[in-house]
């Protein structure tokens, strides 16, 4: 069936000034028939049309869709370590409209060509809702990158406070302090409430068990004692050695700086230096 444009098939017959037929003419009637028909093709035409429209706009919507998501992977991976500024390279900075444009402006906008006529000015009201469902994903990503940041760079401090503690004088109670309190600064910037929790607990522990390992190096009976081991027994046959009979998960004698240590290590480190006691 030959294609029949769009602004011909919507033409009627004309009723100007035309030569007229009365309708209850057969040329009349056959005339008026045609009209009929020439509608109803063009209105076929026009929802032929319409359907076309809407598969194309889905075929170029998916694709804008596949644009983004890569953009965005590949924003995630070129970001620095703390996520600076992902969210605002990828969606910019909107606020009552959009004041900074990102990459997903340019990427939607250059879309907007290709739309089908019929479906662009839908498409174009989609756009903000779309800005509003990435940024929420970047937003969640800058915030989770840095978190790891953050997590990261802690436990690089950790361990060099927690390795100048083992290797200070046990005694020095000030240096120790300091040490400890330093940490304690150090976590109370971090960013998360629950990161902070967290990072205050295992420093608390942390130090005290870098601490029991200077007591250790330095003089294993007093070690022992500190940390609740009993000395080694009279070496006999049914007499027991090192921290046997002994509840190693009390809380430690005489100094307070061991009172963080878990109830594992406790026991962990007790009998080591009821260990080196003996051998000493």
Same mark, same amino acid.
């Given at each position: ?12 017959? /004309?009723? %100007?000034?035309?030569?007229? @037929?009365?309708? +209850? +003419? ?26 076309? /429209? ?5 075929? &170029? ?29 990828? @969606? ?14 340019? &990427? ?9 006529? +019929? ?11 779309? !800005? ?12 989770? !990158?840095?978190?790891? @940041? ?14 100048? &503690? ?20 150090? &976590?109370?910037?971090? %960013?998360?409430?629950?990161? !902070? ?51 190693? +998960? ?5 100094? /307070? ?24």
């Amino acid at each position: 069936m030959a294609t029949i444009p769009l602004q011909l098939a919507q033409r009627r017959l /004309d009723s %100007g000034s035309v030569v007229s @037929y009365p309708d +209850s +003419s057969p040329v009349g009637a056959a005339m008026q028939d045609f009209g009929d028909e020439l509608a109803a093709v063009a209105e076929r035409f026009r929802q032929q049309k319409q359907q076309q /429209d809407a598969f194309d706009a889905e075929v &170029i919507g998916r694709e804008l869709n596949g644009q983004i998501a890569q953009a965005e992977k590949e924003a995630i991976q070129n970001a620095p370590a703390d996520g600076r500024g992902l969210h605002d390279a990828m @969606y910019g900075q909107a606020r009552n409209g959009v004041v900074k444009p990102g990459l997903f402006d340019n &990427i939607f906008d250059s879309t907007v060509p290709k739309m089908p006529e +019929s479906e662009r000015a839908r498409f174009i009201r989609q756009k903000e809702a779309m !800005r509003l469902a990435g940024s929420a994903r970047m937003a969640a990503q800058q915030y989770a !990158r840095r978190q790891d @940041y953050e997590q990261a760079e802690w436990s690089k401090a950790q361990a060099a406070e927690l390795n100048a &503690i083992a290797r200070s004088d046990p005694d020095d109670t000030a240096t120790f302090e300091a040490i400890r309190q330093s940490g304690f600064d150090f &976590i109370a910037k971090m %960013g998360s409430p629950v990161a !902070r929790q967290l990072a205050e607990t295992g420093w608390r522990s942390n130090t005290a068990k870098a601490l029991a390992h200077a007591m250790l190096a330095k003089d294993p009976m007093r070690a022992a004692e500190m940390l609740g081991a009993a000395p080694a027994a009279q070496a006999g046959d049914g007499e027991t050695t090192g921290a046997e009979g002994t509840d190693l +998960s009390a809380p430690a004698p005489g100094d /307070d700086r061991l009172a963080d240590l878990t109830p594992d290590d406790r026991v962990a480190l007790a009998r080591l230096a009821g260990v080196s006691a003996t051998q000493n």
